[in-house]
């Protein structure tokens, strides 16, 4: 399986600022995609990363809160701006398994996000 | 409208004994059914995972039933351990095309020694 990291593990911020969370893979992966855990609650599609082109957003989710950048195969950032502390929540990435199944989906460690 | 609805929402079952935890989808489209392990701090871990073209996949303790038409899928753990205390999540992807998992609600496992 792919190996997954993201920095930073975990932030505490102060209402209104941004914070970007960078997700790194050791191989190259066509699909990525960032998920939203609230805490104590499931996961939640946030966008569809996919190099080259425009990320996908989910309903509820806009750009302009959460702008992706997915500048090749083994790297993507997500940002988390303007922030509130409804933001606070684990910030995960996933990809496709480069081999084999298309449709699993390994993830990362998870961005623990505290906003103050 | 949640897709996945899983049950229960928590489970307390002692060592050696089995634990079942159950979902139910609405989207026929839906091709892949995949279980995620979490614990507290880490990111999701695949478990198992099943495609509708069969009705059971087991392996080691962990087994998936699967039941097309009544559009359900459950996970078994046999021999429940301690170390198997953790979160448990249900998902599905294939709906339209989409690769995207949607989650069900988690169910919070903990087995007694």
């Not at chain 1, 806009?62 to 950032?77: E, G, Q």
């Not at chain 2, 026929?28 to 871990?45: E, L, R």
Request: aromatic share 10%; glycine share 8%.
């Amino acid at each position: 399986s792919a190996v997954i990291s993201q920095k930073p593990s975990r932030d505490i911020c102060q209402r209104g600022t941004s914070l970007t969370i960078q997700c790194q893979v050791d191989s190259q992966v066509t699909m990525m995609f960032w998920y939203r855990q609230q805490p104590g609650q499931s996961l939640t599609l946030i966008a569809t990363a996919n190099q080259g082109s425009e990320a996908t957003y989910e309903s509820g989710f806009v750009i302009d809160k959460f702008p992706i950048s997915r500048p090749n195969l083994t790297f993507s950032t997500l940002t988390v701006s303007n922030m509130s502390p409804e933001d606070s929540s684990i910030y995960l990435c996933s990809v496709d398994q480069p081999s084999g199944s298309p449709d699993t989906q390994y993830f990362g460690p998870g961005t623990r996000l505290t906003v103050l | 409208q949640q897709q996945v609805k899983q049950s229960p929402q928590s489970l307390i079952v002692q060592k050696g004994g089995i634990s079942i935890i159950n979902c139910a989808y609405e989207n026929t489209a839906f091709d892949y059914f995949p279980w995620y392990q979490q614990f507290p701090g880490k990111g999701p871990a695949l478990l198992i995972a099943i495609r509708p073209d069969v009705s059971e996949k087991k392996e080691g303790r962990f087994t998936i039933s699967f039941n097309k038409s009544a559009k359900q899928f459950s996970l078994h753990i046999m021999d429940s351990q301690p170390g198997d205390s953790a979160t448990y999540f249900c998902a599905a992807s294939g709906a339209t095309g989409r690769r995207a998992l949607t989650f069900g609600s988690g169910t919070r496992l903990q087995v007694q020694p």
